[in-house]
């Protein structure tokens, strides 16, 4: 099966290749194709050709959201030599619950009645949940502080202070962006890693002895929601606030990994 023409984003974490060095998202169309030997993922610009007898649960994520989204992710070092990151393929597509299920098929995957995604058992990410009142809170003081640039930009205002309000207004919009943008969980073999920014906690799965959810808590968040979990370990008092988008997926990916914990 296929779809060609399809609204098409290449999100990437932390990759690397011999060309360059890229963490964000490219945007175009593209064409999407599973067979019985591959998956081909190709933009106007991009391509990715996967053997289907290289694609197993410890190196391939993929699933459906918001109903009409097939995305696909992979670790690149696990197809390719000389590159590392992630990369993953996002097709809006009317198709997208189809072509979840036929490559469940083909992988001889079951999943919760074919709508649950499908997560790498050696390398698993999930986004953060993001509320609107979080979006609107960050945004809106990046407007502000915008705008104060354009407020205090008059002619009888000294260059210095000129200076001053725009930096200020930099720091003050940009920084929350950033964290806004860049907070996302990464379940391996034996860690949770939190990131948010440039702050990065690694969490050893053998320390964690709980988790619960909570609307909000005391400890270290990396949470854009009120709709969160608490990761308690031995190694701190507070735990951890953390919001998957995937809530559900997270659990079953971390049950995998310690099933001998009480979760």
Not at 64 to 82: K, L, M, P, Q
Not at 206 to 230: F, K, Q
């Amino acid at each position: 099966m296929s779809d060609d023409g399809v609204p098409m984003s290449l999100h990437f974490v932390k990759y690397r290749s011999p060309r360059n060095g890229f963490t964000g998202r490219k945007g175009l169309a593209g064409y999407i194709a599973l067979t019985s030997k591959r998956l081909i993922a190709k933009g106007y610009w991009e391509e990715t050709e996967l053997p289907l007898s290289r694609l197993n649960r410890q190196n391939i994520s993929y699933g459906v959201r918001a109903g009409n989204i097939f995305w696909i992710a992979i670790d690149a070092s696990d197809f390719y030599e000389d590159r590392s990151g992630r990369i993953e393929h996002r097709f809006t597509t009317e198709h997208a619950q189809r072509f979840k299920q036929e490559l469940d098929r083909l992988l001889g995957i079951e999943s919760e009645a074919g709508t649950a995604a499908v997560y790498s058992q050696k390398d698993a990410l999930f986004y953060c949940k993001r509320d609107t009142w979080a979006t609107l809170l960050i945004w809106g003081i990046a407007a502000c502080a915008a705008a104060s640039v354009f407020i205090v930009n008059e002619p009888h205002h000294s260059v210095a202070s000129q200076m001053m309000v725009f930096m200020a207004a930099f720091v003050t919009g940009g920084i929350g962006i950033y964290f806004w943008g860049t907070t996302y969980y990464r379940l391996d073999e034996q860690i949770l890693h939190l990131h948010s920014g440039m702050f990065h906690a690694k969490i050893p799965l053998e320390t964690i002895t709980r988790v619960r959810p909570v609307r909000w808590g005391t400890g270290w968040s990396y949470a854009w929601s009120l709709d969160t979990l608490c990761i308690e370990t031995t190694r701190t008092r507070f735990g951890y606030q953390i919001s998957p988008d995937d809530r559900a997926g997270f659990l079953a990916a971390l049950r995998a990994r310690i099933p001998n914990n009480a979760l």
